[in-house]
């Protein structure tokens, strides 16, 4: 298989740095609905409003076509581990301050770099192991397990990273096979259909306006999102593009300080070092041996 030109692997990753701009601002109106309703509900919303945000602008162009995929259960699949995701990330912000949230996330590109070789070939090496290893101890030395300092949704999170993991493992799988904008419409699918057993439940009318703009800026921005992260994997490899996701923490640093006077620990920044040191070095080694 031939490399990607460099021109489409910096699109790739101008992409991916787009969706790190809309993900914390998405993270953050989250948290502030978190406060008064079900992340059941916030999820569903994030999904259905998704769903109907990206049909109203590819269908003009694309039509009935949007919905046709060639591999219908990769798909669903796909769509249930980003909803895992969401679910997961939504409840855990409820309790924890964004920015240690998006700091754990950060095991994500480390759980891409660990599946790469077995889901999609892109063979590792010895030195990416020991990041590897490396990288996940800098998880460790943000959730500081055993101290006084840990919180158990902090376990929430690290589930969400692993399934935001294999979904962006499953979105690299299916970007040569369907159209970017239908794998970022068939994201949503599971959350914003399968959530219509459990929504009557949860459900609680929006009290106001501003949260019913809320709930349309948490599916417009993850919509969007989403569909940035589809146009980058078909650009350029998941390994690569991995390493830019870590954009998202300073976001997510800036989002948590303006919305909710929160800002990290000396603790949480050195273990997200860590983590993107090590993922920074599994990138430039990827990057090398192309």
Not at 160 to 174: F, P
Not at 237 to 250: D, H, I, R
Request: glycine share 10%.
């Amino acid at each position: 298989m031939s490399s990607p030109a460099p021109t489409r692997i910096l699109l790739g990753i101008l992409f991916m740095l787009t969706a790190g701009l809309l993900f914390p601002v998405m993270g953050g109106f989250a948290k502030l609905l978190g406060q008064d309703y079900s992340s059941l509900q916030i999820s569903w919303a994030r999904a259905f409003g998704h769903i109907l945000f990206l049909s109203a602008l590819f269908m003009p162009r694309m039509g009935l076509s949007l919905f046709r995929t060639r591999r219908p259960g990769l798909q669903l699949f796909r769509s249930a581990m980003l909803f895992t995701s969401n679910l997961n990330f939504f409840y855990a912000i409820s309790f924890i301050p964004l920015a240690k949230a998006a700091a754990i996330s950060l095991a994500a590109p480390l759980i891409v770099a660990l599946l790469a070789w077995p889901m999609l070939g892109e063979r590792t090496t010895r030195g990416r192991v020991i990041a590897l290893l490396i990288g996940f101890l800098g998880v460790l030395v943000v959730i500081r397990p055993g101290t006084a300092l840990f919180h158990w949704a902090s376990i929430f999170v690290l589930i969400s990273a692993t399934a935001y993991g294999l979904y962006q493992i499953l979105t690299r799988r299916i970007a040569g096979i369907d159209p970017p904008e239908t794998s970022a419409l068939y994201s949503a699918f599971v959350g914003g259909f399968g959530m219509f057993l459990v929504l009557p439940f949860v459900w609680i009318a929006p009290a106001s306006l501003l949260d019913v703009g809320l709930f349309c800026g948490v599916a417009v921005l993850g919509a969007l999102g989403h569909y940035c992260v589809a146009r980058a994997f078909g650009y350029a490899p998941a390994n690569v593009l991995s390493p830019f996701q870590y954009f998202q923490l300073l976001g997510s640093v800036a989002v948590g300080w303006l919305l909710f006077s929160e800002f990290p620990d000396a603790m949480t920044w050195v273990g997200a070092a860590i983590i993107v040191g090590a993922g920074l070095y599994i990138g430039w080694s990827q990057a090398r041996r192309r």
